[in-house]
């Protein structure tokens, strides 16, 4: 990847939900904020050779976009098939724009169940709105697999996440 702005412009051509799930908080990352924190997250040298974890990847915006820095894998992982198939959808377009094969791993069960270890884990959980502090548990899983978490939150849940 030469650029953040090219990282954002390849994440600008990936699927979004067409109908998303409210119960889930299927909500979608802009490609900008995307390419931004990857970006960083890449610039501190923690992509490259990694294994990353992508918990509730959704329509896998940060999974795949991390897969673009050479990383040693991806796991995608997300509960809905509907979400699961718009990733397999997305990677396709990625590999296309990048003409080459990504190593990404694409999982359609519930994070619970996901057991890898990870280098590092990049997640934009469910924020708590329709179930509350439904993020815990995947906060919880991702200290399970890894030292090194970004996890994206409501600014209103700071607390609790200190907690």
Request: net charge positive; proline share 2%.
């Amino acid at each position: 990847m030469n650029s953040k702005k090219e990282l954002a412009v390849f994440l600008s051509k990936l699927k979004s939900f067409e109908n998303p799930d409210a119960e889930l908080e299927q909500y979608q990352t802009d490609s900008e904020i995307a390419a931004s924190a990857l970006w960083n997250i890449n610039m501190n040298g923690l992509l490259k050779n990694k294994v990353v974890a992508d918990l509730g990847c959704g329509t896998g915006i940060f999974g795949l976009g991390a897969s673009l820095f050479r990383t040693k894998k991806v796991f995608l992982v997300d509960v809905d098939k509907n979400a699961i198939n718009i990733v397999k959808e997305n990677k396709k377009i990625l590999e296309t724009l990048i003409k080459t094969k990504l190593n990404a791993e694409i999982l359609n069960i519930d994070v619970r169940d996901f057991n890898k270890k990870a280098d590092i884990v990049i997640q934009n959980p469910p924020f708590g709105v329709q179930k509350s502090h439904s993020d815990k548990l995947f906060l919880m899983k991702a200290m399970e697999l890894s030292n090194l978490i970004y996890s994206f939150h409501k600014n209103e849940t700071a607390e609790f996440i200190k907690k």
